[in-house]
């Protein structure tokens, strides 16, 4: 089989470009520790989040000036606590989990976005500056109802 000069190069060239990325990507895994953000490092047991602290007193509770912890649970199909107000430019640390199916965390409109995994502990922090009505959405498919699960924060 004859296999054109140009065509050699390139192939050479490709094979040189895939030892070069493995090599990189060992380095960078290996010796330097790189690694996806996916450490569990935060676990409670899914079947008995209602007895587990923070969750045994879903609510909100303001830490410091302008700080509020806001410890809720996720659940088919809805938030607890169902209502949050804090005042506007407050930053409120969000501390969620879910007691059944994978749920999602998101405030349209800011960078809060969580998939929210039964026994896993997902926490954001977000500061609230303009006053008004914001909703907290779930947007990984849970069930039947999943377009109605929602909550709201009101910022005053
Ligand atoms: Cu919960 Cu969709």
Known sequence: ???????????????????????????????MGVQPPSEHHHMIDPTKVSETAPFDQPGIKQVADKEY?????????????????????????????????????????????????????????HQFTKPGEYLILCNEYCGGAHEYMMTKIIVK
Do not use: C
Request: aromatic residues 12%; hydrophobic residues 50%; without cysteine.
């Open 69 to 125: 912890e806001a410890v809720m649970v996720a659940f088919a199909f809805g938030y607890t606590p169902e209502k949050l107000e804090v005042p506007a430019g407050s930053t409120v640390h969000f501390t969620v989990t879910s007691q059944d199916v994978i749920h999602g965390f998101e405030i349209p409109g800011t960078n809060v976005n969580m998939m929210i995994i039964p026994g896993e502990v997902s926490q954001v922090s």
């Open 1 to 31: 089989m004859h296999i054109h000069r140009l065509e050699k190069i390139w192939l050479g060239f490709g094979l040189a470009m895939l030892f070069v990325f493995l090599g990189i990507l060992g380095v960078s895994a290996f010796a």
